[in-house]
C-alpha cells in the first residue's frame, strides 16, 4: 500500500548511494539508522567472557534473481564463512531456527558451530537481552540480498550488542560507508577478514566494550536518532 503513505524510511543506510544497487521505485527513501533505547541496554563489561553469538533465522526468503544479482539468504552466507570455527580461539554460537533434521544443521555443526534453539533465546524481551549480554560480542553473516545490493543495510539486533558493550564482527553490505571501522565494530567480506577481525577485537574485550558502547551513543541514540528521523521529514 505504497500509495496510501506519503514519506518512507529504510535502515538500508547507503540506499541513495551511488554504490547501492537497490532497484529504484520512483520515491524517495529517507536512510535512518535503527534507534536503540540506551537506558533499556545498559553497557555490562563482562571481560569478554562467553561465545561470540548471533540469533537469526536460517531461510528468510525464497532465492531471488534480479538484474544479474543472485538475492539470497542468510544460509548461503554462513557456508561461505563455515570454516570460521576452525580458524579462531573463540567459540561460536547461532541461535536460529535450523532443524536437526535439516542438512544445514549437521553441515555447521560438524565444522565446529554450536546451535541453539531460536525460541529458547526469544521467548522474551529478557531472555534475549540475556543471551546478548551473556556473549562476548557478536559475529554475523547478513542476507545475501542486503549484501548483493551493497545497500548499507545495518542490523538493529548488532545495535543492540553493541549498546551492551559488546563488540561486533559483521558482514559487509556497504554499511562501514556510513559507520566507523573501530575497536568496537568491524567489517568482513570473507572469512580470512573474518578471522582477523575476531581475534583483533577479541584480544582487548574492555577496549572493544567501550568502544562499542561509544558507537552506540554515537549514532544509535534513540531520542536522537528519531528526533533526527521526525525534523527531516516535517
Given at each position: ?51 561470540w553469538?548471533?540469533?537469526?533465522h536460517?531461510y ?33 554460537r ?98 580470512q ?5 575476531l581475534?583483533?577485537?577479541?584480544a ?14 554515537m ?16
Amino acid at each position: 500500500n505504497f500509495e496510501g503513505h506519503t514519506d518512507f524510511t529504510t535502515i538500508a543506510l547507503g540506499w541513495n548511494d551511488a554504490e547501492s544497487h537497490v532497484p529504484r521505485d520512483g520515491r524517495s527513501w529517507l536512510p535512518v539508522a535503527p534507534p536503540v533505547d540506551l537506558d533499556l541496554w545498559p553497557a555490562s563489561p563482562n571481560g569478554g567472557q562467553g561465545a561470540w553469538t548471533t540469533v537469526t533465522h536460517w531461510y528468510g526468503y525464497p532465492r531471488v534473481e534480479w538484474d544479474g544479482l543472485v538475492l539470497d539468504n542468510k544460509s548461503a552466507e554462513f557456508m561461505k564463512v563455515a570454516g570460521l570455527p576452525g580458524r579462531v580461539a573463540q567459540s561460536l554460537r547461532i541461535a536460529c531456527d535450523l532443524q536437526p533434521g535439516w542438512d544445514d544443521y549437521h553441515a555447521i555443526q560438524a565444522r565446529g558451530w554450536d546451535l541453539v534453539p531460536v525460541g529458547e533465546v526469544c521467548r522474551s524481551p529478557e531472555t534475549y537481552g540475556t543471551f546478548i549480554q551473556a556473549s562476548a560480542g557478536e559475529f554475523s553473516v547478513a542476507k545475501g540480498g542486503y549484501v548483493r545490493m551493497n545497500s548499507g543495510w545495518f542490523s538493529d539486533r548488532t545495535v543492540c550488542y553493541l549498546a551492551s558493550g559488546r563488540p561486533a564482527v559483521v558482514q559487509e553490505t556497504g554499511w562501514s560507508r556510513h559507520l566507523p571501522i573501530s575497536g568496537g565494530l568491524a567489517a568482513f567480506r570473507d572469512e580470512q577478514e573474518a578471522a582477523a577481525a575476531l581475534e583483533r577485537l577479541a584480544a582487548e574485550p574492555e577496549k572493544a566494550g567501550a568502544a562499542a558502547r561509544q558507537i552506540a551513543e554515537m549514532f544509535f541514540n534513540g531520542t536522537q536518532v528519531v528526533g533526527g528521523m521526525l525534523a527531516r521529514l516535517a
